[in-house]
C-alpha cells in the first residue's frame, strides 16, 4: 500500500513533465507529421486541378491521368478526414474526462 | 509500393492501351490513302509494348531491386512498319495509277483493325476496372478508422 501511495507522485510527475515539453516546443513531432501530411494531400488536390485543367485545355494529359489524379486527391482527402475524426474523437474522450 | 503505385501501373497500361487504338484507328482511317510524306501508300502500323518497373528515375530502380517490389508497368516500346507489300488495284482513272493503270492501295484489312481496336478498348476497360478495384481497396483500408 505505501509502494503504491509512493509510486503515484512519481508516474504523476512523468506525466507533467512530457505535457509540459509538448506545450513548450510548438512543433512536436505529432503536429509537425500531420502539417506534412495535410500540405502532401494539398499537392495532390494542385496536381489533380492541374491535370484537369491540362485535359480541358487540351495541352496534352490524358482522360484517365486527370480523373486518377483526382482519385488520388479525393482518397487522400478521405483518409485526411477519417484521420481528424480519429483525433477530435480523442480531444473529446480527454475533455470529457470527469475528476 | 504504397497502393498508390497500382494507379501509376494501371495508368501507365491505360496509356499505352489509348496509344495502340490510336494506332488502329489509324490504320482504319488510312486504308485508302495513296499519298504519304515518305512517298507511296500508307504503311500499317503497329505497336510494341515493354514492361518497365512502375518507378521512373535509375536510382528508385536499383532500389527496387533491392527490396521486394516486382510490380512493373508498361511502357511503348515503339511503332513499327509493316512492310507487306501494297494491294495493287487496276484503276486506271487514278491519279496515283502508274504507266500499266495500277495503282498501290496500302495492305489493311479493316476487319484485323476493328479486332485490333476492339481488344484495345476491351484492355482499356479491364485497366479501369483495376483502377476501381485499387480505389475500392484503399477506401475499406479507411474505413478501419470508421467504426
Known sequence: ???????????????????QSTGAGDSSDFFETLRGAMSQVEQLHVDAQGKVAGMLNGTGDDVHSAMIAVEKADLAFEMMVQVRNKIVQAYQTVSQMQF | MNLFG???????????????AELAASNLANAETTRTVEGGPYRRQDIVFASRPSLPSGFAITLASFTDLHAQGVQVAGVVQDNAPPARRFDPGHPDADATGYVDFPNINPVEESVNLMEAARSYQFNVSAVQATKAMIQSAIGIAQS
Not at chain 1, 2 to 10: E, H, S
Open chain 1, 1 to 19: 500500500m505505501g509502494n503504491t501511495i509512493q509510486g503515484l507522485p512519481n508516474a504523476n510527475l512523468g506525466l507533467g513533465a512530457s505535457i
Open chain 2, 6 to 20: 497500382m494507379f501509376q501501373i494501371s495508368g501507365s497500361a491505360l496509356r499505352a492501351e489509348r496509344e495502340r
